[in-house]
């Protein structure tokens, strides 16, 4: 298996969540929902678990560059990034 260099949407250093985590939360939340809710939400469970060392413009900036990207073209989940929309592919 080739190694991935940071800064690839493979490298796992890169999410700010565990991306299973990511597709489970958004299938939880009433969708479609706003990036704003997720980065929310993700923060709330970071603080909790005492695993926080960003803050929350932090998170919501590497959601919306690297983890619902990455996750959207992988079809785990749907990001319409020009509209902040996050939603799940379940039906």
Same mark, same amino acid.
């Given at each position: 298996?080739? =190694?991935?260099? +940071?800064? @690839?949407? #493979?490298?796992? $250093?890169?999410? @700010?969540?565990?991306? #299973?985590?990511?597709?489970?939360?958004?299938?939880?939340?009433? @969708? +479609?929902? &706003?990036?704003?809710?997720? $980065? #929310?939400?993700?923060?709330?469970?970071?603080?909790?678990?005492?695993?926080?060392?960003? =803050?929350?413009?932090?998170?919501?900036?590497?959601?919306?560059?690297?983890?619902? +990207?990455?996750?959207? =073209? $992988?079809?785990?989940?749907?990001? #319409?990034?020009?509209?902040?929309?996050?939603?799940? @592919?379940? &039906?």
């Amino acid at each position: 298996m080739q =190694s991935r260099g +940071p800064g @690839t949407p #493979d490298d796992p $250093a890169q999410f @700010t969540v565990d991306r #299973d985590e990511l597709v489970e939360l958004v299938d939880e939340i009433e @969708t +479609p929902t &706003t990036l704003d809710r997720v $980065a #929310d939400v993700v923060f709330r469970r970071r603080v909790r678990a005492n695993a926080l060392s960003k =803050s929350w413009y932090d998170v919501h900036g590497e959601l919306y560059r690297v983890d619902l +990207p990455h996750l959207d =073209s $992988a079809g785990q989940l749907e990001f #319409d990034e020009k509209r902040g929309l996050v939603d799940s @592919t379940d &039906t």
